[in-house]
């Protein structure tokens, strides 16, 4: 049964987690596993967050600029509307949906692939904490720099806005950074960065899991793949509203 999947599937996900948070048995080892993930998963995320970030301010700023039309609602409205939206949450949960995609697929893929290819089973024999060694470095990696990466998609997204309403002469300098610097409420940020600090570890864990305990051949590592993706996205849009009722 459906539920039974689930239940199975969320205790054995408890249990890998409980084994993956455990000492290390050498920590430069960890180290430099750890260090290794956060330039792959950071610098090597950065790119497309930069992308999708710059049209998503664009794309905001240009919409609402249409509502608003001839309204009495004046034009700075279009900054302050762009730099919340952008902040609660536009940047935390398109960054890290697009993020379970691009690095949560790879790591299901690279740790499926050592289970395929038994080197799991070849670290366990030498008495290797194998949940520990390859899962913790990520987990840790992506709650460091996935945070990072929402905040400079928040920054871009502001910028995105004002190239596709400042520049085409919608309206001025002036209105755009008066919306920018109106209401603002430092809490906000505060929720942006538990959102990514809590979307990075649940897109990371699970595609882990998925990966670690996959079986089978290349169909069944490309279905732990998808899976991974699958199951990020919608935890993410979860706890999404978890924390929006939580924070606000």
Excluded: W
Aim: contains cysteine; charged residues 10%; proline residues 3%.
């Amino acid at each position: 049964m459906l539920i039974d999947t689930l239940l199975y599937n969320f205790g054995q996900y408890i249990l890998l987690l409980k084994s993956a948070i455990a000492k290390p048995e050498r920590f430069s080892m960890y180290y430099k596993e750890t260090v290794r993930q956060m330039d792959a998963i950071g610098v090597g995320s950065v790119f497309i967050v930069l992308l999708i970030s710059v049209f998503i301010g664009m794309v905001t700023a240009v919409q609402f600029a249409d509502q608003l039309g001839d309204s009495f609602i004046p034009s700075y409205y279009i900054g302050y509307i762009v730099r919340d939206i952008t902040i609660i949450e536009m940047a935390p949960t398109i960054t890290c949906l697009v993020l379970a995609g691009k690095v949560g697929s790879n790591l299901a893929a690279e740790i499926g692939g050592m289970r395929q290819k038994e080197h799991i089973d070849a670290m366990e024999i030498m008495g290797v904490n194998t949940a520990a060694y390859l899962i913790m470095p990520k987990i840790i990696a992506a709650v460091l720099v996935i945070p990072l990466l929402v905040a400079i998609s928040a920054f871009v997204s502001i910028i995105g806005g004002y190239l596709a309403t400042v520049l085409p002469g919608s309206i001025s300098h002036t209105e755009y950074v008066l919306g920018l610097r109106s209401f603002f409420v430092p809490r906000y940020v505060f929720i942006m960065f538990v959102k990514a600090g809590v979307f990075a570890f649940l897109l990371t864990s699970v595609s882990c899991y998925f990966g670690y305990y996959v079986k089978g051949g290349s169909i069944e590592l490309g279905e732990a793949s998808t899976s991974a993706v699958v199951v990020s996205n919608v935890l993410i849009l979860l706890f999404d509203f978890i924390i929006a009722l939580l924070l606000t």
